[in-house]
Nanobody
Framework: QVQLVESGGGLVQAGGSLRLSCAAS????????MGWFRQTPGKEREFIAA????????RYADSVKGRFTISRDNAKNTGYLQMNSLKPEDTAVYYC????????????????WGQGTQVTVSS
């Protein structure tokens, strides 16, 4: 069993930066792929980024490529999403998630979700 708790969301002006954290409980976090999704009202949850269990491979949605960076520190059981050059369209609830296949950056299987953290970007 893994529990994921996101933090770091908030209100920021367009062009600003935020860093989201995803703190995981349990000893198996380091074996899981980890990723970030976001969701706005009335829309499906959207894949943003993922990182393999070792941290050696990352994958990003086109909408955030070059602006967001995913990383993880397995010693701290924590994942991160650095968000730069934020735009109003980045406004959403951001969720972290893990998948049982540590190599699968598409996160085709998700075994745990966090509760989400709100990010609001003002224009």
């Amino acid at each position: 069993q893994v529990q994921l708790v996101e933090s770091g969301g908030g209100l920021v002006q367009a062009g600003g930066s935020l860093r989201l954290s995803c703190a995981a409980s349990g000893r198996t976090f380091s074996s899981y792929v980890m990723g970030w999704f976001r969701q706005t009202p009335g829309k499906e949850r959207e894949f943003i980024a993922a990182i393999t269990s070792s941290g050696s491979v990352t994958r990003y949605a086109d909408s955030v490529k070059g602006r967001f960076t995913i990383s993880r520190d397995n010693a701290k059981n924590t994942g991160y999403l650095q968000m730069n050059s934020l735009k109003p369209e980045d406004t959403a609830v951001y969720y972290c998630a893990t998948g049982p296949n540590g190599w699968d950056t598409r996160l085709r299987l998700v075994n745990y979700w966090g509760q989400g953290t709100q990010v609001t970007v003002s224009s």
